[in-house]
């Protein structure tokens, strides 16, 4: 936030505009004066025309006199003269001293006009003259570039600019703020326009006009705002920087206000990476609930079924990246999925086929020989991959964040992981439900011995059981490779929490598993700003223990005779 200047200083900045401005009114006189046959061009040009001839001139003031002239005209047509000035291609045509965008192809220089952006024919090097900036001008020219955004074309260039101005706001931008603004068509860059308005204004010597901003500033929802706001009650050897008390009563006011508005963001925000985290938690733990309930298998190597499914993306990704044009590299996301859920499928076969059907009964040691599983499949990748770890790119298409106001914004890619999760739950519950196997592993889980009874194979339903368990793990390493790095302990992550949303939800329960892993997500992210992180967990191990104590099945105990064995 900058002050206004004491009575009777001027600052360099400011002085170097006047006598810009003064240079062109001076010309415009002159021009008035000159012969009818030497005023044939001088009466068709316009200040901005007058501007971009004094970039020409001799001194590097002037030069600045003339960059200030152009920012303050607010022409969009002197984004792409001082864009040409600081990459060096602006130059004089010796015939007429006429300034010109000149852009060199071989020994010839396409000429093109400032004023039209239209071309006006070739030179050759010799026919025209470079017009040359120094640093210091270059950086003048930025900072001038910024404030012109404010009339770009494009919607999100003016936001930004907005933004920034906002941030770093001088008293230089208030006129451009105001021309920005009275033109502004999109509502969401006016309001941000009138916040920055309003910003600069808490510095006018008008006690009405500073009184009118703070009411402005008071409704909005804004961290930086609020920081301008804070910076206007400071003291400075005794006296506030607000000198009006009325005026320091408001600040006060509106200050309590933007705070208010910034705790239901922060709830909002917590709520969010809450929703996120629970996803993630959902999709690990899916497969598991489903192994867990119907075979009654500790599996210690689920996690390693999410590790398999995160190194099928990165395979899929580097083939993408080797054999596909680069306008569908985006698209392995969506090939990896089912590639995902076959391969952990298929290591799911192999582990019960191979492990599992010979431990039934015996869960302790099942958890042991799925420990050991799990030790051989990392050190099988550790083998083939290397230890380190493997990235994964995020496509364009869920690359980016999106922000909700009061500083709170949101990766892309986790939305679309609780999007995604959304559809693998939706589809699960739907195959469950309607399918002829969805049915015979339901009954397998309620009753074994009288499923059997009935004919079902029981064997071949848990291997397509776990099967479809360690598949769905496969598609949760899909969603993780998209927020994490891929490694050979990227399952070990996870494997604990999978099994706290199991128990805490109910073993075996799809119900239970989805508002289990939800819970546990929020309730993390919530006590994570007051506890820390690992605090935090040990606190959520610690109430579901005690909740245990209370219903040992779970929040959705499974029904059937099988559950009350």
């Not at 001082?82 to 010839?108: H, S």
């Not at 607000?242 to 239901?264: C, G, K, M, S």
């Not at 368990?469 to 929490?497: E, M, R």
């Amino acid at each position: 936030m900058t002050t206004s200047h004491a009575r009777g200083e001027v600052s360099p900045r400011r002085f170097s505009a006047f006598i810009g401005t003064a240079l062109l009114s001076l010309a415009l006189l002159a021009a008035a004066f000159l012969p009818a046959n030497a005023q044939t061009t001088a009466a068709d040009q316009d200040p901005f025309a007058l501007a971009v001839q004094g970039l020409d001139a001799r001194q590097f003031s002037d030069k600045a006199a003339a960059i200030d002239a152009l920012g303050a005209l607010g022409d969009e047509r002197a984004i792409l003269v001082l864009q040409a000035f600081a990459d060096g291609r602006m130059y004089r045509r010796n015939a007429d001293n006429l300034v010109v965008i000149g852009d060199r192809v071989g020994d010839i220089f396409n000429l093109t006009s400032p004023l039209t952006a239209e071309s006006i024919g070739t030179a050759a090097s010799g026919d025209i003259k470079k017009i040359v900036a120094n640093n210091k001008l270059r950086g003048q020219i930025r900072g001038v570039l910024g404030q012109l955004a404010l009339f770009s074309p494009n919607a999100d260039n003016r936001l930004d600019a907005a933004r920034n101005v906002i941030a770093s706001p001088t008293e230089e931008a208030l006129g451009l703020l105001k021309r920005a603004r009275d033109r502004e068509t999109v509502s969401k860059i006016r309001d941000t326009l009138e916040s920055g308005i309003a910003v600069l204004e808490l510095a006018s010597d008008d006690r009405a006009v500073r009184l009118a901003a703070v009411a402005t500033l008071a409704d909005r929802s804004d961290p930086d705002i609020k920081s301008a706001l804070d910076q206007r009650l400071l003291e400075i050897n005794g006296e506030f920087i607000e000198p009006d008390p009325e005026v320091r009563a408001a600040l006060v006011a509106a200050i309590e206000d933007i705070n208010d508005r910034l705790a239901l963001f922060g709830l909002a925000e917590n709520l969010i990476f809450g929703l996120s985290l629970g996803s993630v938690l959902l999709l690990a733990a899916i497969g598991l609930a489903i192994t867990f309930g119907v075979m009654g298998v500790i599996n210690m190597a689920h996690g390693e079924m999410i590790m398999l499914g995160a190194y099928t993306t990165f395979i899929v990704q580097e083939i993408f990246r080797s054999s596909v044009s680069p306008e569908f590299f985006g698209m392995y996301v969506l090939v990896s999925i089912p590639a995902a859920f076959f391969v952990a499928a298929a290591f799911g076969v192999l582990i019960e086929r191979g492990c599992i059907r010979f431990l039934y009964g015996r869960p302790l040691e099942t958890l042991l020989a799925t420990w050991g599983v799990s030790l051989i499949l990392q050190q099988l990748v550790r083998t083939l991959f290397g230890a380190n770890n493997r990235e994964v790119a995020n496509p364009d298409w869920i690359s980016g964040a999106v922000a909700f106001g009061g500083g709170v914004s949101v990766t892309v890619n986790r939305i679309y992981i609780i999007i995604f999760c959304i559809m693998v739950v939706a589809a699960l519950a739907a195959f469950i439900r309607y399918s002829r196997f969805g049915l015979q592993m339901r009954a397998v889980t309620q009753n074994r011995g009288m499923a059997s009874a009935m004919g079902i194979r029981t064997g071949q339903i848990d291997a397509l059981t776990f099967a479809l368990g360690s598949g769905i793990a496969g598609v949760a390493g899909v969603a993780l490779s998209q927020i994490s790095n891929v490694s050979p302990n990227l399952g070990q992550n996870f494997i604990v929490d999978s099994f706290m949303v199991v128990v805490f939800g109910g073993v075996g329960s799809l119900w239970g598993t989805i508002v289990g892993a939800f819970s546990l997500g929020i309730v993390n992210k919530f006590l994570e700003p007051v506890s820390g992180a690992i605090l935090g967990k040990v606190v959520v191990l610690v109430i579901i223990i005690l909740f245990i104590q209370k219903r040992p099945r779970g929040l959705f105990a499974l029904k059937g005779r099988a559950a009350e064995d």
